[in-house]
């Protein structure tokens, strides 16, 4: 288990199990999610700077620094919007630069292209899956 409240941001159009399990799952464990047009980069990096502003804010102690994960899956399930997976890892790698007391994770969802092709590792990815 984690001790800090962690915030997943994951495409507008993402496969229906993941939000749901992370609902179901993990908002008891303080796990939250939002939606965020994931192909567009500056909608993306002002949805994380506001959330991780509004934790420090709230936890200006620093006790229980924020976890922010980005969850990108490309192309997406259903509709097939294909993100650029170098564009947001850099700018996720960007945030972390800003943010050094936030733990942040970009995390490849490789469904529909696997890995092997799409090679997201290589493209600044933190994880695959």
Known sequence: AHSSPTKV?????????VPTQLYTSLNDHGVS???VDMTNKQEMLQKVEESIDLHNNINSE?????TVIVWLETPSNPLCQ???IREICQ????LKGKYESVRI????????APPCITQPLLLGADAVL
Do not use: I, M, Q
Request: overall charge negative.
């Open 82 to 84: 294909v993100t650029d």
């Open 62 to 66: 620093r006790a229980n620094p924020a």
């Open 91 to 94: 700018a996720v790698n960007g």
């Open 9 to 17: 941001f994951l495409p507008k159009d993402v496969y229906h199990g």
């Open 105 to 112: 994770t970009s995390v490849v969802d490789c469904t529909w």
């Open 33 to 35: 999610h939002e939606a």
